[in-house]
């Protein structure tokens, strides 16, 4: 137990500084933090930070960067609130249409990248510069969003189709019971497939300290949802389910595909990578498209949070999401990442935000401490490097 709890010292760290974080800020802000609507709200809010930084772990470990994701969310933004209030357009279509046009912006950094084989830090500096100026054009002050249904994306909760019991949301609390069994089920499954290719698989303790940990966390979280809400609605979030589902998605992708070990391999030694085989600019290209599917997604969702597009909206998302890629244990060389340790990051940085905001802190000592924390964290994984060379 004690040699798997070395071996994974960094994960649990990370998770633990979590903890710490929360439980720091709960006491600072007096109760606020995690009361029920507080906690939604921090979902809300950093929705697009775990969002992005799905795709900004990917592009990370495959040692790019990926610069223009804040401007990207204005100009898809931009372009999604014009199609629906300028020409029209069913608020359903106009998100499939936005989709579609992050994709294309996918494939023109691609082409770049892959292709012309410009770096990646180069390709998305210029797409930051040249969409946030597309934004400026098309958007102009601002571009209200009427449509009460696109707005709901946002705001608005799973239908309490179980009705409630008590104060709770039943089918909250079902999906809660059913996150519990899942992961379980995946801890136990885990270990059988070790044991039966012969491997030594984690202590027998460890893994039911670890369901046991989960579970408490889960139960928690459960009541904070299903307790949470209004006279209307309440419950799961629609943008908790969203972020839910492309983490699933993405971490599916990422570690149980062929395309997921070579965007490993391609990060751990390019030419060794190349050499064995595996096309490297196709990974390359590929991800610079998943990052553009993914920058729509997150344009769509703030959009819908703030019900109005600017050509300011996004402004500094890219540094957030590298920030939770970092801070997460993705490796600044590359080769090393997760995508749910880029989601405990964008929790980290999102806590920060939300318990200094509560207290009032101004918004320049609020970067400062963000500033603060990537640094110790990069520091950290650095010299963690450096002991075991």
């Known amino acids: 137990m004690l040699a798997s709890l070395a071996s994974n010292a960094r994960q649990y760290g990370i998770v633990g500084a ?19 609507n507080s906690f939604v709200s921090l979902i809300q809010q950093n929705a697009y930070v775990i969002i992005l930084a799905i795709g900004m772990v990917m592009v990370i470990i495959a040692t790019h960067i990926d610069l223009s994701v804040g401007s990207l969310v204005a100009f898809i933004g931009g372009v999604c609130a014009i199609l629906m209030e300028h020409m029209g357009v069913n608020w359903m ?36 510069l040249i969409f946030r100026g597309l934004a400026t054009v098309i958007v102009g002050e601002s571009v209200p969003i ?69 579970s ?23 943008m ?25 391999a391609v990060g751990g030694n390019r030419k060794a990578a190349v050499l064995s085989g595996i096309n490297a600019k196709r990974v390359d290209f590929t991800l610079f498209v998943h990052m553009g599917f993914l920058s729509a997604v997150a344009a769509i969702c703030m959009l819908s949070r703030l019900a109005s597009a600017t050509a300011q ?57 963000k500033g603060l924390v990537l640094l110790l964290a990069v520091a950290i994984d650095v010299m963690s490097k450096r002991r075991k060379s």
């Not at 979590?18 to 029920?36: A, D, Q, R, S, Y």
């Not at 408490?216 to 629609?238: D, M, R």
């Not at 908790?240 to 490993?264: K, S």
């Not at 600044?332 to 990051?345: E, F, L, N, Q, R």
């Open 18 to 36: 979590l903890v710490v974080i929360v439980v720091v800020f709960e006491i600072l802000t007096k109760g606020v933090l995690l009361k029920p």
């Open 93 to 128: 279509l106009a998100i499939l249409l936005s989709l579609v046009v992050g994709l294309l912006i996918g494939v023109w950094q691609g082409f770049w990248v892959a292709v012309v084989g410009i770096p990646g830090f180069i390709t998305t500096l210029a797409g930051m």
């Open 146 to 214: 009427t449509s009460l249904e696109f707005r709901g994306i946002a705001r608005d909760y799973l239908p309490n189709i179980l009705g409630w019991w008590g104060p709770f949301d039943g089918l909250t609390i079902v999906l809660g019971l059913l996150c519990i069994l899942a992961y379980s089920w995946s801890q136990i499954s885990k270990r059988r497939k070790t044991l039966a290719v012969g491997l030594v698989p984690e202590s027998k303790g460890l893994m039911i300290g670890k369901i046991l940990v989960a």
């Open 216 to 238: 408490v966390v889960i139960v928690f979280v459960t009541y904070l949802l299903a307790s949470s809400g209004n006279e209307t609605q309440g419950g799961t979030p629609i």
């Open 240 to 264: 908790l389910v969203i972020v839910a589902v492309l983490v699933l998605i993405y971490n599916f992708i990422l570690t149980r595909t062929v395309f997921g070990r070579h965007v490993y």
């Open 313 to 369: 909206a996004g402004m500094e998302f890219e540094m957030d999401a590298i920030a939770s890629c970092f801070i997460g244990g993705t490796a600044v060389t590359g080769g090393i990442g997760t995508i749910p340790g880029a989601v405990v990051g964008a929790f980290v940085m999102g806590v920060i935000n939300q318990g200094l905001s509560i207290m009032g802190v101004d918004t320049a000592i609020v970067k400062t401490i």
